[in-house]
């Protein structure tokens, strides 16, 4: 059900929002504690590391032992609710958006709406105006999970009110740019790739064996996401240092903080001083988050569709007999 399909005239764009939305809010839950660990390896300066005396987080294992005993069991979920905002507003736009393009590329175009090259650039294409949208969301967000104790910011409403009177309505879009250069193949890539293993799992699976439906959906989704992230993870990394620009008092605690003028010289000054592998850090629990976060978002989407769609059939079928 991800895409439009002229056989199977179900979900509107609408419902597609409420379907991604739902789906968006469900995953979140699920995947913040992966998420938090991620967002600190990417921060940290230092080599991950336990040769690295100054390596604050060494591995997945140790960094949830160590967050866990200085900031509790809530920390794994610090961010949580603007977090949940990006979520619910991020998957209402990106599957609202792919089931429109993906119907206008069938309705005024010769492609076949259901090939996986119309997938990625309409997924890559809905992804950007998601991305958008919540922006200033996932700032937010990624600043009140990176934070220590004591804390800066005392509730959603004091960050914005203090990011806006310090910084400027700018700081809200910080990261922009590498997102939107990372977000179009990222998503490209996971539509595509859920798109080419769901064909392939039909080819495989014969029509016989279509009971575990939701379970292939689970799974084509978490294949997509690994291969995407891996393909694109360097520019999210990118991004998060950005987004954490003027922020850097509130890191202290954390180890060494940078500075940076820009994306590029983002890039030089990581490459000059953490090599090629500081565009990886983070990689670990990210590939874990993509391969939960996708598998599961597909997953929902599409149980959440089909639910919508048995609820129409009920209620025609309800009018039919009355």
């Known amino acids: 059900m991800v895409g439009y399909d002229p056989e199977a005239k179900c979900v509107s764009a609408v419902e597609a929002a409420a379907a991604g939305s739902a789906s968006g809010l469900v995953t979140r839950v699920l995947v913040s504690p992966l998420d938090v660990i991620k967002i600190r390896f990417q921060l940290q300066i230092?080599?991950?590391?336990?040769?690295?005396?100054?390596?604050?987080?060494?591995?997945?294992?140790?960094?949830?032992?160590?967050?866990f005993q200085e900031e509790g069991l809530v920390a794994f979920w610090k961010g949580h609710v603007p977090a949940q905002f990006l979520s619910v507003g991020y998957g209402a736009v990106q599957?609202?958006?792919?089931?429109?393009?993906?119907?206008?590329?069938?309705?005024?175009?010769?492609?076949?709406?259901?090939?996986?090259f119309v997938h990625f650039v309409c997924g890559g294409l809905a992804a950007c105006t998601a991305t958008v949208a919540v922006q200033p969301v996932d700032t937010l967000r990624t600043r009140f999970a990176a934070q220590?104790?004591?804390?800066?910011?005392?509730?959603?409403?004091?960050?914005?009110?203090?990011?806006?009177?310090t910084?400027?309505?700018?700081?809200f879009y910080r990261g922009l740019t590498p997102?939107?250069?990372?977000?179009?193949?990222?998503?490209?890539?996971?539509?595509?790739f859920y798109n080419i293993l769901q064909q392939f799992s039909e080819w495989v699976i014969p029509a016989e064996g279509k009971k575990g439906g939701n379970v292939k959906n689970l799974v084509c989704g978490s294949c997509a996401g690994i291969i995407s992230k891996t393909l694109t993870y360097p520019f999210d990394l990118f991004k998060k240092r950005l987004q954490v620009g003027g922020f850097e008092h509130a890191r202290a605690a954390f180890g060494q903080v940078?500075?940076?003028?820009?994306?590029?010289?983002?890039?030089?000054?990581?490459?000059?001083?953490?090599?090629?592998?500081?565009?990886?850090?983070?990689?670990?629990?990210?590939?874990?988050?993509a391969a939960v976060s996708t598998g599961l978002v597909f997953f929902w989407y599409e149980l959440f569709c089909s639910l919508l769609c048995a609820l129409k059939?009920?209620?025609?079928?309800?009018?039919?007999?009355g």
């Open 46 to 67: 230092e080599q991950l590391s336990s040769r690295n005396p100054g390596a604050k987080y060494h591995g997945i294992l140790q960094a949830v032992q160590c967050i």
């Open 258 to 289: 940078r500075m940076y003028r820009g994306l590029l010289d983002c890039i030089r000054q990581i490459m000059r001083e953490e090599g090629p592998g500081g565009f990886f850090k983070g990689l670990s629990p990210s590939l874990l988050k």
């Open 95 to 116: 599957f609202m958006a792919f089931e429109s393009l993906t119907k206008l590329v069938h309705n005024f175009t010769s492609y076949n709406a259901r090939d996986s």
């Open 148 to 165: 220590g104790e004591p804390k800066l910011y005392r509730s959603l409403r004091h960050a914005v009110v203090t990011m806006y009177q």
């Open 167 to 171: 910084e400027g309505p700018r700081t």
């Open 179 to 192: 997102t939107i250069v990372a977000i179009f193949p990222y998503a490209g890539l996971q539509f595509s």
């Open 313 to 321: 059939n009920t209620d025609s079928t309800a009018r039919k007999e």
